[in-house]
């Protein structure tokens, strides 16, 4: 996958090698995932969504196109309108 | 966009989170977690831990950790941060953002690259992100997790 975004590195104590990892965060869950080495993210189980342009998770697919960011508006309108209300 | 950094550690356990990150009322604002860093400070034995960062939606009751200003320049954190907690938070079940099984030997270090690939707390009283070691094979045993965090 190119350009994935996200970087993970595991150290081992007994080598002297890390492990890398590609990640990439799904833009309908904010979920991290992990890429493996020239896969993409059909590969894996996810999918690309062309209406946000960016990957998603296995999670996600099937599920239509609802980005993380409205998800975060509603949630935030969720409680404002409960304290508004004093609940 | 100020950065902080936050350092939870706690005798690990199946049961009791790691730490929080959370928004309160008060100061309600999007903070977006960018770089973490997770390891066990016990002697070197073969046990295995599964970290998780998942998302709850009350915050537990714990002792506050003060976020870190990495420019001095900038103001204290409004997010609020703690560890130890007496009662945990009310996770949300599915919503697990980041799982990583690894030996207590091994470090793990995960940063995103990009603006968009950040894990993001909602601007919603004690909504935020917890870490936790639902699987643990080094219960008794300090673990720390250092997150660092904009807002």
Redo the contacts between chains.
Sequence with gaps: MRNPGGYGITFQPDSDKVQEEDTFTCCHCNRIVIVPPFKSPSDIGGWYCTMCDKPACQGCNGKGCTPFEKKLEEIERRDQFRRSIGI | MPNYAAIFTRSLSATASVGELHAV?ATLR?AFIYDFTLGVQGA?ASFANLWQ?QRFTAAGTDTAVTPTALDPADTAALTAAGQNSTVEPTYTAG????A?A??Q??????????P?????L????A?GIGIATPTCGSAGINGTAEVYFNE
């Design positions: 009322t999007r070197p960062f919503l697990i953002l980041a990583k690894l030996n030997q091994a470090t793990y270090r995960w940063f995103a690259g990009q968009d690939q950040r894990l993001v909602p601007a919603t009283n909504n």
